[in-house]
């Protein structure tokens, strides 16, 4: 099995920047792709950014030019900068390997403060 673990959340001023990262454990897998994403406050759980094996980037286009998705198959960051309360969310790490097998993390609460 493969455990995804998230670490980097926290409250934060509107303005300011964290970086999350998620950690991949368990038996070794590769990813087509790998991702982050979020849920607000009555609010579905949205794509945030995405990268695939191949090297292919995907945005929301609300964090476009603020966020940006990085790293490997074992490590991956989402460095997030000029944060807005609108950006307050449980944001979650993703490791899609096909159609049949997909892995999530636990979740890190990110809290964006007027």
């Known amino acids: 099995q493969v455990q995804l673990v998230e670490s980097g959340g926290g409250l934060v001023q509107a303005g300011g920047s964290l970086r999350l990262s998620c950690a991949a454990s368990?038996?070794?897998?590769?990813?087509?792709?790998m991702g982050w994403y979020r849920q607000g406050p009555g609010n579905q759980r949205e794509l945030v950014a995405r990268m695939t094996r191949g090297g292919n980037l995907i945005y929301a286009d609300s964090v476009k030019g603020r966020f940006t998705i990085s790293g490997n198959i074992v490590h991956w960051y989402l460095q997030m900068n000029s944060l807005k309360p609108e950006d307050t969310a449980i944001y979650y790490c993703?490791?899609?390997?096909?159609?049949?097998?997909?892995?999530w993390g636990q979740g890190t609460q990110v809290t964006v403060s007027s």
């Open positions: 993703n490791a899609f390997v096909s159609a049949q097998e997909e892995f």
């Open positions: 368990g038996r070794i897998m590769s990813p087509y792709a």
